[in-house]
């Protein structure tokens, strides 16, 4: 096989999608010396629509369109994404190639007033982007005032400088990414908040057709992160997961043991569903689809039913 002269990879503008890109370039510059490794830096229409959520404008698909736009047409060889805003159900010609080395992938409480999420008061103000969150808040803390929070992390975390939010939810990993891993004042345990489908891992993105690309971007590949987020979105997949759905999904590998946990919610938090499955790594996307059914026969699919019903597609 011969090897890369010159790879662009497609990426978003926001400052942690920049990192997340050179990150790649980076270790592709480290494999392949000789090879020009170039950045294309794309707005998308999630990053344009601000005002508001996700799950009335699209979904997470709204990130991905125009960096697949370029990889049709030429001007990209691979697009980098964050795993949890890529959508589980990718048709040709696209494929998701390889999955990277896992970060943290827990949900992280950033505020100035207080240490914690049980420190909040009555009342309290918490922002947050994600559906999912919001369930999952409501639940724990039904005395809280969830509001939306969108934009990328710098204007997320001026909003609660500027007193708009008493405490806000990120990814952990964004944070710690881009320098701000200080702000976390406290990482939500799993119980606590169980993360999105994929949360905390990078994906790269290519065309089908490109059997060199896939070869090249081989090395990068993480074994244990990706079947760890094969039955996460095997879950999401099977459950018809979107931004309208408060989902989430979570495994951990444990030697040659998988272990997934997953829920579907109420957007108030009223009606939480909770599965779990252990299973061989090796079957991780059966296990997904597993717990996923577990979901439905102990109600989920009604909660989903009602969601689709009150929140009907774009």
Known sequence: MSLPQRLVIATRASRLAVWQAEHVRDRLRALYPACAVELLTLTTRGDQILDRTLSKVGGKGLFVKELENALLDGRADLAVHSLKDVPVDMLPPFELSTVLERADPRDAFVSNRYESLLALPAGAIVGTSSLRREAQLRAARPDLVVKPLRGNLDTRLGKLDQDEYDAIILAAAGLERIGYADRIRARLTPAQSLPAAGQGALGIE??????????????????????????????????????QVPLAAYAELQGSELRIQALVSAVDGQRVVRGARAGLAADAEQLGQAVAQDLLDDGAGAILAELLQDNPLP
């Not at 060199?212 to 997961?241: I, Q």
Request: proline letters at 3%; one cysteine or more; charged letters at 30%.
């Open 206 to 243: 290519i065309r089908d057709d490109r059997d060199d690309m896939r070869a090249w971007l081989a090395p990068l590949a993480c074994a244990a992160t990706t079947a760890c987020v094969s039955a996460e979105r095997a879950v999401s997949r099977k459950l018809g997961g979107s931004c």
